[in-house]
DNA sequence: TCGAAACACCAAAGCGCTTTGGAAGGCTCT
DNA sequence: AGAGCCTTCCAAAGCGCTTTGGTGTTTCGA
């Protein structure tokens, strides 16, 4: 059934069956009626090739996932796709994903943009003067940043969490507790999430006139074994730190591990604070010592993001607005005061 | 650059320079070179949108994503997306994600192939007489099921791994070692792997006229929680097993604090072989008893499950062969003859 | 009563590609 | 030399929608 059929049975043009269709003003409110309810009774839908040859409208967000055989795509990524997709399902938006030579993702960019595949794109885990963040920007198509750029000498959207703020309370509050030798088990240093907590915790304690050393901040990926091994490295030193800020969950279980296998204990001998990004399937409080966390659900970022991703393709929100959203400090068994 | 500005500038018709392009025979070797070459030179790409509309195929294939705020999408999910990434990638295809309400797939899968929007589909987390795989098999869109349905009326394409036969394989080790009550920590028990796995369990015990009781199995969703509130629950019995098949590392994790806990060990007190889809962030030989595992990379499979829709679409593949891969069986520490 | 504005509709021209149905020219073969 | 066949190209008809640029009919103010 299209729109030739329809319209004929109609009795009408094609035209003003369009129109009908899509809200169009100049076409009587009965007839409209009328057109509505034969498109439903015959189960009309509108194909979307052609519309989208004849609109340029895809209905797609897109997105350019880096793959490689030496790749691996964050988990973190489930869960902000939940939340995409759970906002997206109720706009009828479908999500295309392009897989892209981790590096050379520009080609992909150029090529999604020319051919005009989707309505808009979101970029995720942004780095310092990111220029897939320039490209698109000068691309001209619609996009909103997960996370944040640095040192880009124009504005742009963007969606992230107060990942400075939220390590700057976590490090505060082990300074407070009398810690004075702190250590940062941060993700891939490129990143500018990783940037910012560290910068947190840094300025937490230069407040009290201490300062992170070069050895005591680790920037790897974040794996569980990588999260053990820099626990490891630094405990075994001499002067081992008495708190460790760690950028998630996952690396948390590796540093819960050595701890264990050292013969130190938590918080007695180190108090641990991870960041959440709130999985489902692995919970802080579950933690053979309850986990204190910097919580903030990537999931809701998810749908924040689709959110604002349809409003830019229908035009509702223009500008380079960016939001940081606030970050929860949940304290748990796994902090307590520095061992004297 | 469109078609017919690059046929213009070239001289000949959109006919000829079309299939020079496509690689149809009826043109001049000459004529194809000069083509190719001014395409390559301008940069022109054929706009899909329009190629899309003139034959119907998109370069592209779907999965349906089941969405809704309860809905958790599977960790597994990204791994064997990063698989289907790298081969898509090699092969220009994209990939759609189309999100449903988790209780109303049908209705998607209706829309994306009424509207054209992929070549071809796949699914994941087939359960028994799988509604999902009866439509798109009526619905005549190429598929390929990764996992498999049962009790289905008909023959489908599928890849799967040999879930009862690692099971059996581990189960059967477990016996040999001289374990007489076992338990089996199991995924969601509506899915036929669950399933193939408690059957290979039980298949393995009948051998030695051994049962799996209605209390032995365990079938949860695959969160850390759950894994650790199911083996609780084992493990404090009278009976209490002292061998546990696992589903996966991540309940596997919780099975190792539940022993922890309850002040047991592992493998003196409690044989644990887990299934290991592979995850580059939590690896079985790390756990704090290395874990034995029944090891399959989903990775792998998702890159072959694009393999089989390139081919099926390109139509190099047609039947509906079945594939069903082996399991590995790796020994690690985490096994030990039955406590006297 | 007339002209203008408002209303309700339509024919046809795109969008940029593929494919059908030729057609012109050169070749072989008898 | 003429029939028949390749080879190589082309004009035009789709694909199914949106949108432009109208036309005919009412309505309304002056």
Redesign the pocket.
Known sequence: ???????HML????????????G?????????RRVMDAAKRHG????????R?????TGMIGYVLPTGTTVDIDPHFVEFLSGLGDYARSHELDLVLSPADADDQETTYRRIVANRQVDAVYISSPRPADRRVALVNTLGIPFIVHGRSEGLDFDYPFTDIDNEGAFHEAARLLVQLGHRRLALINGDGRETFAIHRERGVRRAMAASSLVLGEGDVCSLAMTEENGYRAARRLLERSDAPTAIACSSLIMALGVVRAVRDLGLTIPGDLSLIAHDDVFPWLKPENFSVPLSTTRSSIRLAGARVAERLAARISGSEQGARGEVWPVDLVIRGSVAGAPT
Chains 1, 2 share one sequence.
Do not use: D, F, H, I
């Not at 040859?53 to 409208?57: H, P, Q």
């Open positions: 059934m299209n729109l030739k059929q329809l319209s009795a009408l043009s094609q035209t003003t069956v369009s129109r009908a269709l899509n169009y003003p100049e076409v009587n409110e009965e007839t409209r009309y839908r509108p194909n979307p090739s052609a519309r040859l004849a609109t340029g409208k």
